[in-house]
């Protein structure tokens, strides 16, 4: 294990090794505009939501790690307190890289980029039409963090206004996670996409506890074919399952069958077929087949 001890470090190398470690990370893809009336449109990936209840997030243009400059997003939320969040999905991530070249400060990166103004209702900055959703924000707060290059500026927005294409909802007006393609950040030049094919559940643990760990029956805690990952949706049940007479399953009747004098291959089989019914989300019958030979 390498382990650094940062302040070791130069702020390039602690930058390079925590933007790999710490993703990917949401693109927050900010337009604001500066008292005199220009536009600004740029990414920003130290980017988050961080409270619904006032609904709020939070990003952070540092100050260049090269030469402590500052970026024109941060001299504009400082001019006019407001910003347009722009969610970034996979149609859109070249020209938002585009847009994250340094331009000066009169140049307006939605023409660079060639993206379209679309106006704001609450806020002055535009909103980018191409994006599918688009917060209008109020900026409450900037907490410098640093006067050296490298220091982030949290910048605390509140979100007004949400504007969702309606080709990304549901029947119930909620928003379909497959539908959004948005990608993220993450060291480097690597992004990721959250397109329905990379994308997964896990099931919440809710309200009821789940048993844990330390609850498992010693043959299943100690397989050698269970993942943690496996272990931890077994453990996720909320109270120990006990054998069900009326579970009456033709595989691990073969199992018992093939592999009766041979204890460790049967041992083998249980778990592997449980393996494969926890990796369809089928957590009762995994539970069910090996309470079988628990
Ligand atoms: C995807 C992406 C994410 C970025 N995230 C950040 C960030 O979180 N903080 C930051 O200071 N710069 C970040 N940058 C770099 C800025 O976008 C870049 O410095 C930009 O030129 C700043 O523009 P401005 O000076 O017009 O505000 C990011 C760039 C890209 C492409």
């Known amino acids: 294990m390498l382990s650094l001890h940062l302040s070791e470090l130069k702020p390039a190398q602690v930058q390079n090794y925590l933007q790999h470690a710490i993703a990917p990370r949401p693109i927050c893809f900010a337009s604001t505009m500066d008292a005199a009336g220009h536009v600004n449109l740029s990414p920003y990936s130290f980017f988050n939501m961080v409270s619904s209840n006032p609904p709020m997030v939070v990003f952070s243009p540092a100050r260049r790690v090269r030469d402590n400059t500052t970026k024109h997003t941060l001299q504009n939320v400082l001019e006019v307190p407001e910003v347009v969040i722009n969610m970034v999905d996979y149609n859109m991530v070249q020209q938002m890289s585009l847009s994250s070249c340094e331009y000066g400060k009169d140049v307006n990166e939605f023409v660079k980029a060639g993206f379209t103004e679309e106006k704001a209702t609450l806020v002055k900055p535009p909103m980018v039409k191409e994006s599918k959703i688009k917060l209008e924000c109020r900026v409450t707060q900037v907490i410098p963090l640093g006067t050296e290059g490298g220091a982030g500026n949290l910048v605390l927005a509140e979100v007004l206004v949400m504007h969702i294409d309606e080709s990304l909802l549901d029947e119930q007006q909620q928003i379909d996670q497959r539908k959004l393609d948005l990608v993220a950040r993450l060291g480097g030049n690597w992004y990721t996409r959250a397109n329905a ?84 989300h089928k957590v009762q019958e995994a539970w069910q087949v090996l309470l079988a030979t628990a």
């Not at 009821?208 to 269970?226: E, T, V």
């Not at 496996?230 to 073969?254: G, Y």
């Not at 009766?260 to 077929?273: A, C, F, G, K, T």
């Open 197 to 280: 094919q990379s994308l997964f559940e896990v099931e919440k643990p809710n309200l009821k506890l789940g048993i844990g760990f330390d609850q498992l029956p010693a043959a299943i805690i100690n397989s050698n074919w269970l993942t943690g990952n496996q272990l931890a949706q077994l453990a996720n049940v909320n109270e120990l399952p006990s054998i069900d007479p009326s579970f009456n399953d033709e595989r691990l009747k073969n199992i018992f069958q093939y592999f009766s004098i041979q204890p460790d291959d049967m041992e083998r089989e249980v778990h592997l077929y449980a393996k494969e019914l926890l990796d369809q």
